[in-house]
């Protein structure tokens, strides 16, 4: 087996132009070809070098590619040192955006793998706007009227969803309609990873720095940035995925005067979104007083994306809850939810 194996052409390929020459020449035509194809949204190893890939057309496959654990390495190393950031033995892991591409890259070496591995998750090509997703079957028209609505109202709005199922994507929907209904505000986005698109004429982006363990300087994270955010007189705070204790920064800034915000979180459904943000302020060393009130006084609306895949391994995406959330009542200690009834004649998915 070669290291490189010529990927198969798919009748409806439309290419994009080279972006990264010298990633292009490090990982080879075959991946070229599959970083080029509109079809493909996700590639990447484990640790026996195979490169499997996510297409729309094809649905999940695995190719005859194989990267040797060396080219591995120097792949996830040239991504980072595009990017100024550090990955080796001690700063196992490494996320960035591939240079040129847009494309976010997850990578890991020795000793938290066997192997090196990595994941290439691609820019969508253009932003889906609400109207979109109707058109697709992702959304019924009963619920984009109530997002809309709901965006009017600058209502605080949390997408909540598994790994792959498009929370992004669908977060830059939101962001669309946001953009073209309050063009005059001022929207603040704090990400790890450049992901989010945004449209809007008075729109800012920040990205956290890299944790190499230096003492001297605190670390640049999500709760550092949101602090910086809260000088620079957003009117919408977006917060492209809470994965930590920042959860209770942006609950707190969201419920001070900067209404209409949006972000991300892993979760299984509506409601356990709110769960896991409840899990997640705890992680932050400065929490204190009734996290649950906060969370039923922040958060107003928990929209819920879900992906189902067919026999072929294609993905189709669908919104399958919202929930309204009025507040949290501490004499029965729940939330007082609102579950918005969807259209009965949705039929979900088309193609």
């Known amino acids: 087996m070669t290291e490189e194996t010529k990927v198969k052409e798919t009748p409806n390929n439309d290419f994009l132009p080279k972006q990264n020459p010298t990633l292009d020449i490090l990982w080879g035509d075959s991946i070229t070809s599959l970083m080029r194809r509109n079809d493909v ?27 040797s654990p060396a080219k ?11 990017v100024q950031k550090i990955v080796n033995e001690d700063i196992p892991s490494i996320s960035a955006e591939v240079a040129g591409y847009g ?5 890991e070496l020795p000793p938290i793998v066997r192997n090196p591995e990595f994941n290439i998750r691609k820019k969508a ?8 997703y109707v ?25 909540v969803g598994g790994t792959g199922t498009g929370k992004t994507t669908f977060l830059n929907a939101t962001l669309d309609a946001i953009s073209k209904l309050t063009p005059f505000h001022r929207i603040i986005s704090l990400e790890d990873t450049p992901e989010l698109q945004c449209s809007a004429p008075d729109y800012s982006a920040m990205y956290t720095k890299q944790d190499v363990g230096d003492t001297k300087y605190p670390p640049y ?39 209409g915000g949006c972000c991300t979180v892993h979760a299984n459904s509506a409601v356990q979104g709110l769960d896991r943000i409840e899990s997640l302020c705890y992680e932050n060393k ?12 922040a958060i107003d609306v928990v929209v819920s994306i879900v992906y189902v895949r067919s026999a072929n391994g294609k993905k189709g995406r669908v919104i399958d809850d919202i929930i309204e959330v009025s507040s949290f009542d501490r004499a029965t200690q729940s939330y007082k939810l609102k579950h918005i009834p969807n259209d009965p004649s949705f039929a979900g998915p088309t193609g």
């Not at 590639?43 to 990267?67: A, F, M, P, Q, R």
């Not at 079957?137 to 109202?153: C, H, P, W």
């Not at 709760?223 to 000088?231: E, G, H, I, K, S």
């Not at 995925?241 to 419920?255: F, H, I």
């Open 103 to 107: 494309a976010r890259f997850q990578g």
């Open 41 to 67: 949204n996700e590639i990447y190893i484990n640790d026996d070098g195979y490169v499997w890939y996510d297409s729309h057309t094809e649905g999940k496959v695995k190719s005859d590619i194989y990267l």
């Open 135 to 159: 058109k697709n079957g992702t959304l019924s028209e009963k619920y984009k009227d109530y997002l809309i609505n709901a965006v009017k109202k600058r209502k605080n709005i949390l997408v």
């Open 286 to 297: 400065t929490c204190a007083g009734d996290v649950r009130r906060l969370i039923g006084e």
């Open 221 to 259: 994270d999500m709760t550092r940035l949101l602090a910086d955010c809260m000088r620079r007189s957003p009117d919408r705070i977006v917060v492209g995925e809470v994965r930590d204790g920042c959860a209770y920064a942006m609950l707190k800034a969201w419920n001070t005067g900067h209404e």
């Open 125 to 132: 090509i253009k932003i889906f706007t609400l109207e979109d």
């Open 72 to 82: 591995a390495r120097v792949i996830i190393e040239a991504v980072a040192g595009q």
